[in-house]
Nanobody, 124 residues
Framework: QVQLVESGGGLVQAGGSLRLSCAAS????????MGWFRQAPGKEREFVAV????????LYADSVKGRFTISKDNAKNTVYLQMNSLKPEDTAVYSC?????????????????WGQGTQVTVSS
């Protein structure tokens, strides 16, 4: 079982930046995909970004392309989400996911373990 702990959320003005971290512990395989998802109040959870721990392959939601960057440090079992040019519509609880599947399947959010989430609030 994989345990995930997110950190780095907070309140930021529109146009600002935040970096989220997701620290994994327990059983983590090199073939896992590590992803970020978000859920705004009254909305469905949506995919944000995912990275392959083995190959470094990345995928992004269209809404965050060019503004967000996902990266990893396998030695620290940590995944990061650098968020730049933040918009009020980015406000949500951001959760980390560790899935024993490839990156394309991981974007569905149907597999693996989840962290407790971290709140990101972007003011206008």
């Amino acid at each position: 079982q994989v345990q995930l702990v997110e950190s780095g959320g907070g309140l930021v003005q529109a146009g600002g930046s935040l970096r989220l971290s997701c620290a994994a512990s327990g059983r983590t395989f090199s073939s896992y995909s590590m992803g970020w998802f978000r859920q705004a109040p009254g909305k469905e959870r949506e995919f944000v970004a995912v990275i392959s721990r083995r190959y470094g392959t990345t995928l992004y939601a269209d809404s965050v392309k060019g503004r967000f960057t996902i990266s990893k440090d396998n030695a620290k079992n940590t995944v990061y989400l650098q968020m730049n040019s933040l918009k009020p519509e980015d406000t949500a609880v951001y959760s980390c996911n560790a899935a024993p599947v490839g990156v394309v399947v991981a974007t569905k959010g149907d597999f693996g373990s989840w962290g407790q989430g971290t709140q990101v609030t972007v003011s206008s």
